[in-house]
């Protein structure tokens, strides 16, 4: 497939979405509807590009995001993905900050681990779920299996900690073998025991990507296909149990030919030596890009749908072809190291073959200096490529670098130091700045003003209604849930309105425009919440020092905690006709925007809206219809950054 790629970089791997998304159809005609998958994209999706690959996973079905440390989760977290994220290795004490703020679920192989992890998570008065890792049989991560009941046990008495998953890992499920049976067996006794007890953890695994093509029976709750979800087979034996699309291809070209002699010496150490007039071509890829020295003389590359053989040492940086036997090649032209060309393939099977290792080592390492151009549709320009893939845990914990990479980013978007340093400052001194303060993401925002005129039964009840317009805000958002009892509040100052943003229960905050007759209980009123369409109770409102108070939910929504729930309040006030303004602000990092002021039947002119936007699509697509609204309208696809908003004013 002709690419871009081809005109601006010396080596570049192409990652195809769309046979991503074959290989996921596979998958799931393979466990069926039932079974939950989670999707691993540890190592950087195998080398594959771990933003791009979540984001299609979730879009075809993933209920969860593997990973094998904190760093890679708050790689896709900060990316503004919200999906539950396992990190599926044994995490360390410094990693647990990072777990709270960024709302990953740690798997947990012993007890030292978890009664640390349920003192940080009362400290920071939270509840977070866990998934227990038990050894059956590889001998890596995870307790004991003759040890897992009593760890277990003692867990569940941990109130922080909700104990949602438990799983173990098979040491050899690409091929069929007694003692893949054996690890089942012994899984499978530990959870009938725990059934005896009464003790049903919801979430249990098992089945890798060798264990959902040889071992239908030992799918369970869900699966974790990591391998094959890339278009790589686990094992000979399982090539004829499913059809797998290859997702990696890396490229390179030629940027030097020459013409040699019989009798010189090719590259280092003088490994090849012509043995007739030979034509090679120079390609800018070596051992430093994964393409292992070990290929020196024995590897191969496809030019013009054509194998030709690598000659002399792999060296860091380059290689050398012989492509005396491909006409009218040129510098510049395409060369395939991994991947098809016209009907010829070189697979990751066969480089791993040649370099003496396993597939996996070659996606994870193979054009590690390139950057991937993602193929959607058929189309290579329709996702941005990223030349930096790998993400430094210093640049998310050093202020240094926060301040070297961050802050000038914030720069050169706004075209403008002082507005950079402004946006900086807002969003992660402001936003990010405690420790114990989870990440808040929000999608999907829908924020609807009606203003209209109290009615002439209202203004009987309410004297003072006749100088107010009364003014129903109806808003949505979809979120994850952390509690099952929350607070909307509405404040009087900008002093009380700090308060209530320092209580992580408050869900809302209003901020009420004084005026000299106003009373809290009787001009804000929460006429309805609602989460996933379910009328959810208000217990109490009640003013205190920092406002006004209204209490929601009930203990039935704790099996909503930690999951996505659309929230939506509706609230009703007032607002003074002497005032001709009225704003709407994001405080929370927020894809997609639907803000509607509605202002039919009430005597506004000249009716405009100021918007400021921070986001990679700053300028909203703005609907008007003249005497009865303005829409402000943003992608579901993009991001709004914290501290935007809109003000509309009018003229009378």
Known sequence: MPSKADQTYRSWVEVDLDNFTKNWNEMKRLVGPEVKILQVVKADAYGHGAIEISNVALKNGASFLGVANADEGVQLRVSGITAPILIMSPSTGSEINEIIKYTLTP?????????????????????????????TGMGRGGTMHLEAFSMIKEILSYPNII???????????????????????????????LAIYGINIPLRHMANSGAVLNYPGFYLDMVRPGIMSYGVYPGPETKTKATLAPVMTFKTRIVLIKEFPRGYSIGYGRTYITDRPTKIATIPVGYGDGYGRILSNQGEALISGKRVPVIGRVSMDMSTLDVSKIRDCQVGDEVVLMGSQGNECISADEVADKMNTISYEILCALGKRAPRMFIHKGKTDSIEPRLRRIFIPEEEKSISRIDSI?????????????????????????????EDRQLELRTNFRYNITVANFSREEIRSDRSAGEYFKVTTHVEYTKMIKYPVFMIACALNDEQLSAFFEDKRCEYRWLLNRGDDLDLERDFRVSSVRLDGENIPIIRSENTRRGYEVWCGDESLRKKIHKQARVEIEIVTKKAKSSNTFSVYLVYPTRGLDISFNYEGVNFKYVKEVSFFSGKQPYPEVIRKKGKSIRLLISDDEWIFPNSGVTFFWGF
């Open 107 to 135: 798997s947990v192989s012993d007890l030292n681990f978890a009664r640390e992890l349920q003192k940080r998570f009362k400290k920071a008065e939270i509840k977070v779920p866990v998934h227990i890792e038990v050894d």
């Open 163 to 193: 104990m949602e998953g438990i799983f173990t890992h098979l040491s050899g499920s690409e091929i069929m073998s007694d003692y893949n049976d054996m690890q089942w067996n012994l899984f499978k006794d530990l959870l009938n025991n």
């Open 406 to 434: 961050i802050r000038h980013c914030f720069q050169t978007r706004a075209r403008d130091e002082e507005l950079g340093n402004a946006i900086y400052y807002e969003m992660f001194e402001t936003l990010f700045g405690r």
